[in-house]
């Protein structure tokens, strides 16, 4: 049986992880729709799973990088979880779009101002990756897509929902300057960086460990003493 690192509590890691962060999200979801049942409810829900859904998705975003750039527990950590965090992201983020719809039901005149058909059509072609990439993150489905489909997918996938992330906090960082959402655009520009930074520092250690070894038989060797 696997063991956790020291300290690290078991409702941290793996499914474990999965269900606490969604038992989390819904649990906070169900306060505010107790104590708000009109629409400011609604959208406070839809507020707070925006929120967690960018946590989580920069946290799987990043895991690997962090963990190439800055290796220790943390890092490992969040490496090993990465799969996890992603689904937790998708778990959140079902939340968010089911808040979505029932703004849309019960008060459709108030979501045409805030939205438009091009931002739900972006948005609706971000949730379709994040549902294909969570389908494939078993090792079965993954094995019937193929390593190279795979990659691909999740790769177009992850940078197409960061793009979308930036879009949507970054309009409402315009038009709010001192709120949550300067915050929320610089995680995702620090995400972005961190795994930029980490793919080049990969690329130029596999360029150093592929260079020769050793001198070529025809090279002179450098004196280590003077002739005299």
């Not at 400011?40 to 925006?50: D, E, L, Y």
């Not at 190439?68 to 979880?81: A, F, H, T, V």
């Amino acid at each position: 049986m696997r063991q956790e690192p020291a300290g690290m509590a078991t409702w941290l890691n793996a499914w474990q992880l999965v269900w606490t962060s969604t038992l989390t999200v819904a649990g906070i979801a169900a306060i505010i729709l107790i104590r708000q049942t009109d629409l400011v409810g609604v959208r406070s829900v839809i507020a707070m799973s925006a929120r967690t859904s960018l946590v989580l998705f920069c946290l799987a975003f990043s895991g690997s990088s962090v963990h190439r750039l800055w290796p220790g527990r943390w890092s490992r950590w969040q490496l090993r979880n990465r799969r996890y965090l992603g689904l937790s992201f998708a778990a959140s983020h079902t939340i968010h779009i089911a808040a979505l719809i029932v703004f849309g039901v019960v008060a459709p005149a108030v979501y045409a101002t805030v939205g438009t058909w091009t931002n739900g059509m972006l948005a609706g072609l971000a949730y379709v990756f994040l549902l294909a990439m969570a389908a494939t993150s078993f090792d079965r489905t993954a094995a019937w897509l193929g390593a190279a489909r795979w990659r691909a997918l999740h790769l177009v996938g992850s940078y197409y929902i960061w793009l979308i992330f930036l879009i949507a906090f970054g309009k409402r960082m315009m038009r709010h300057p001192v709120s949550f959402y300067p915050v929320a655009v610089a995680i995702l520009v620090l995400s972005l960086a961190i795994r930029l930074v980490a793919g080049r520092y990969a690329r130029r250690r596999t360029r150093a460990q592929s260079l020769p070894q050793t001198l070529p038989s025809d090279a002179v060797e450098p004196r280590l003493s003077r002739e005299t």
